[in-house]
């Protein structure tokens, strides 16, 4: 039985790594599986209460700030939406968006748990009540980074109407997902702040608390076969009027993500496959091995 819940994730992962690069049906499907996958196990991780408020927090922020964004370019830049025109809206906004927010979302502030502290916790000082949210949205717009130019200037996705120096996306766009992003982690840290003394968060297996990190890894290796299988290059041409070579927005994407998305992932999985010990009491240790030398230094050195 255990084996079988471990090879589902597995198996999720692979798909989205070999699939999930492209824009037809099969990767639409893969992503909401993954949304679903994530929603799962955040329920699982951190109890329904605050996954339910996670997702209400997130969607209100993401649709608010998303019809804000097209009706007056603010705080992205000047953009639209051509994907899901036949799906129901939220405003002007198709519906997809707010669950992909929710899921990666969930998955970057997993990982930026990991980064800066040794498990996935409420918030006990002020200084993780900052943090978190900083580093979540950091993560988060990351992976922006990786998918806009695939996603607007080559998939037609979305457009942007000015375009930009980014292979058609302007660097407004990734102010904008920034801002809004650590809006709605630092909300969310903060309802979760006044809860720190219920009990902690069940500690389950590393291999439990991965799934979301090598979910949010592979949502960036994904981008690694489109391009090596690209058969020749295309001159795409953005919202704008200026010219883009496929090869070379496709080459950028894997660069971007070979250095952004894959250290991220690798340092929070490398904290997360620490020992105990090393993960908890490093620093105790060595400030008591400081103590001790200097309680043995005064005792061998005793002043007249």
């Given at each position: 039985m255990r084996s079988g819940i471990s090879i589902g994730p597995a198996i999720l992962i692979l798909l989205i790594i070999l699939l999930g690069g492209g824009t037809g049906f099969v990767a639409q499907a893969i992503a909401a599986i993954s949304i679903a996958a994530l929603s799962a196990h955040s329920v699982l991780a951190i109890g329904w209460k605050e996954a339910a408020t996670f997702l209400v927090v997130c969607l209100f922020i993401t649709f608010t700030m998303e019809n804000i964004g097209v009706l007056t370019g603010f705080p992205f830049g000047r953009y639209t939406f051509l994907v899901g025109k036949n799906l129901p809206h939220i405003g002007v906004i198709p519906i997809i968006v707010g669950p992909l927010y929710f899921g990666m979302g969930y998955a970057s502030w997993v990982i930026a748990n990991f980064l800066i502290g040794t498990k996935v916790d409420r918030p006990q000082s002020h200084y993780m009540l900052i943090a978190i949210p900083i580093i979540s949205a950091f993560v988060m717009t990351q992976w922006d980074i990786v998918i806009d130019p695939s996603g607007s200037t080559l998939g037609r996705a979305w457009i942007w109407y000015d375009s930009g120096g980014y292979f058609g996306v302007p660097i407004s766009n990734f102010l904008g997902w920034l801002l809004v992003t650590w809006v709605y982690f630092q909300i969310f840290e903060i309802f979760i702040y006044f809860r720190r003394d219920l009990p902690t968060y069940r500690l389950s297996s590393p291999l439990?608390?991965?799934?979301?990190?090598?979910?949010?890894?592979?949502?960036?290796?994904?981008?690694?076969?489109?391009?090596?299988?690209?058969?020749?290059?295309?001159?795409?041409?953005?919202?704008?009027?200026?010219?883009?070579?496929?090869?070379?927005?496709?080459?950028?994407?894997?660069?971007?993500?070979?250095?952004?998305?894959?250290?991220?992932?690798?340092?929070?999985?490398?904290?997360?496959?620490?020992?105990?010990?090393d993960r908890h009491g490093k620093r105790i240790m060595t400030e008591g091995s400081v103590r001790t030398r200097n309680h043995n230094t005064t005792n061998d050195n005793p002043l007249p």
């Open positions: 439990f608390w991965a799934f979301p990190v090598l979910l949010y890894l592979a949502a960036g290796l994904c981008h690694i076969i489109p391009f090596l299988t690209a058969a020749s290059d295309t001159r795409l041409v953005d919202a704008a009027g200026r010219a883009w070579s496929e090869r070379a927005l496709q080459e950028t994407t894997v660069v971007v993500m070979l250095f952004t998305m894959l250290p991220t992932s690798l340092l929070a999985l490398l904290r997360l496959a620490a020992p105990s010990s």
